[in-house]
């Protein structure tokens, strides 16, 4: 680097550092109701019982800023030995967005879909082209006590099933080949369930390949003095990819309204229940919106609209694609289901080991 450079570099650090860093003094608080202990995935939870998060934008002192901006991106739980009811899921995207907050809050409902550490993503400042470094909060999620408890019935009852098994194999010649067979029509039932899941592997890539070229999906509700327009795409949800929504209000001249304010509900048909529930301010209008729908059934988008000239809604449904278990992971849990069994075989021959032998 020649003399030059270096000057050039020094006067820009100089003037230029401190203004950025005055302007990136904020940080983001986080804080869910109830206590991260007591929430449990969606469909595990009580029906209708959605995780209530608030995000706060506070300076150094930890002072509230007001007229403040926001950026959020929501990360799922990384991948498990033991997978989750929802395994396209796990380390992808839920929800991104970047706005603005003129209370320097940000709250919303959301029902967390599956076990695990969330990653969510937080920026902030005064200014949506300046905000401060990425910095990463998690929440860990724990599943539900009584998913637990099935979980650890189900191996044992696995584990019994193997120890008996190992017992009668170790008495005789004739009950030996009693629980062969009853092993062979274990390990028959698996491998089926194991074919089935590859079929629908290939099904998977052609849902794949047919969400992408899913044309987006729009809406219009017209009022006395303005139109809300929704628009997603793909026009069809699938579990383990974002949905990009858009929404904007206008006159009747085609003006954007500045200062509108956006309450979306995200409604599993279904259930009957909301899935997500929040508020978003824009300042001039238009509003952009990342999500990914994590169940395959009906949904539904409630949009409401306020501004200075009334209030209007709209509401469009669409189909979230189903989406079974890949391939690899129920092979995976097959193989550390017919392990319990095996450790139990293994059990149950050595304490017929140590019988005294019969003259």
């Given at each position: 680097?020649?003399?030059?450079?270096?000057?050039?570099?020094?006067?820009?650090?100089?003037?230029?550092?401190?203004?950025?860093?005055?302007?990136?003094?904020?940080?983001?608080?986080?804080?869910t109701t109830p206590a991260a202990s007591e929430i449990s995935p969606i469909h595990n939870m009580p029906e209708g019982r959605l995780a209530h998060v608030t995000l706060t934008v506070v300076d150094k002192d930890g002072r509230v800023v007001p007229n403040s901006f926001i950026k959020v991106h929501i990360h799922?739980?990384?991948?498990?030995?033991?997978?989750?009811?929802?395994?396209?899921?796990?380390?992808?995207?839920?929800?991104?967005?970047?706005?603005?907050?003129?209370?320097?809050?940000?709250?919303?409902?959301?029902?967390?879909?599956?076990?695990?550490?969330?990653?969510?993503?937080?920026?902030?400042?005064?200014?949506?082209?300046?905000?401060?470094?990425?910095?990463?909060?998690?929440?860990?999620?724990?599943?539900?006590?009584?998913?637990?408890?099935?979980?650890?019935?189900?191996?044992?009852?696995?584990?019994?099933?193997?120890?008996?098994?190992?017992?009668?194999?170790?008495?005789?010649?004739?009950?030996?080949?009693?629980?062969?067979?009853?092993?062979?029509?274990?390990?028959?039932?698996?491998?089926?369930?194991?074919?089935?899941?590859?079929?629908?592997?290939?099904?998977?890539?052609?849902?794949?390949?047919?969400?992408?070229?899913?044309?987006?999906?729009?809406?219009?509700?017209?009022?006395?003095?303005?139109?809300?327009?929704?628009?997603?795409?793909?026009?069809?949800?699938?579990?383990?990819?974002?949905?990009?929504?858009?929404?904007?209000?206008?006159?009747?001249?085609?003006?954007?309204?500045?200062?509108?304010?956006?309450?979306?509900?995200?409604?599993?048909?279904?259930?009957?229940?909301?899935?997500?529930?929040?508020?978003?301010?824009?300042?001039?209008?238009?509003?952009?919106?990342?999500?990914?729908?994590?169940?395959?059934?009906?949904?539904?988008?409630?949009?409401?609209?306020?501004?200075?000239?009334?209030?209007?809604?709209?509401?469009?449904?669409?189909?979230?694609?189903?989406?079974?278990?890949?391939?690899?992971?129920?092979?995976?849990?097959?193989?550390?289901?017919?392990?319990?069994?095996?450790?139990?075989?293994?059990?149950?021959?050595?304490?017929?080991?140590?019988?005294?032998?019969?003259?």
């Open positions: 680097m020649n003399l030059r450079n270096f000057c050039l570099m020094l006067l820009f650090q100089i003037l230029f550092l401190p203004l950025a860093s005055a302007n990136n003094d904020l940080t983001v608080q986080m804080k799922a739980p990384k991948k498990h030995l033991i997978s989750t009811d929802f395994p396209w899921v796990e380390d992808t995207h839920l929800i991104e967005y970047v706005g603005a907050l003129p209370t320097g809050v940000m709250e919303f409902d959301y029902g967390f879909p599956i076990r695990g550490t969330y990653r969510f993503d937080l920026q902030a400042g005064r200014d949506v082209n300046a905000l401060s470094d990425k910095v990463s909060t998690m929440l860990s999620i724990s599943e539900n006590k009584i998913v637990r408890k099935n979980l650890y019935i189900l191996i044992a009852i696995l584990f019994v099933i193997g120890l008996i098994s190992g017992v009668v194999i170790g008495r005789g010649a004739r009950a030996q080949k009693i629980a062969v067979g009853l092993s062979m029509i274990l390990f028959l039932c698996l491998s089926l369930t194991t074919k089935m899941s590859s079929a629908d592997g290939g099904d998977h890539h052609h849902m794949m390949m047919t969400t992408n070229n899913v044309p987006a999906i729009e809406e219009t509700a017209s009022g006395s003095q303005m139109v809300l327009n929704f628009k997603m795409n793909p026009g069809e949800g699938r579990v383990g990819m974002q949905n990009e929504m858009n929404f904007s209000v206008k006159d009747k001249n085609g003006r954007l309204i500045p200062n509108t304010t956006y309450e979306l509900k995200l409604w599993h048909m279904e259930e009957d229940t909301p899935v997500f529930v929040g508020s978003f301010y824009s300042p001039d209008g238009a509003l952009n919106f990342k999500y990914q729908f994590t169940d395959g059934a009906p949904h539904e988008v409630r949009l409401t609209a306020r501004n200075t000239l009334g209030t209007i809604e709209l509401k469009k449904s669409f189909e979230v694609q189903r989406m079974h278990p890949p391939f690899a992971i129920r092979f995976r849990t097959e193989i550390l289901l017919l392990l319990i069994v095996l450790v139990g075989i293994v059990l149950g021959l050595k304490t017929q080991s140590y019988r005294p032998k019969t003259a």
